[in-house]
């Protein structure tokens, strides 16, 4: 189940609903959401067809889903963290304690 962080807005909800197809294509993976600021939002995608693929090729294959969007949301991705399951990376903790944006 893709996970909201925040209160969402329509653009969030759009992206939302393509992850859920994205979970729906690919079993045990693990999506969330949220927005950062009015001109960001971000993704977090875990999944284990990201084990041994570099963040381009990680990236193409979860645009598969995500470039069914309006342009305007797509414009307003600024963070597509693909990670296999037990990757670690910094940016993560964003998504867990997200920090707050001077917009």
Known sequence: MVRVLGKPDENVEQAAGALREYEEANAGSECSVYRYNPASIRIKII??????????????YAMRWLNHLADDVISQISVLLCLAPGESSLLDLEFQDPTHSIL
């Open 47 to 60: 999944d284990t067809a990201f084990q041994d693929r570099s963040k381009g090729e990680r990236h193409d």
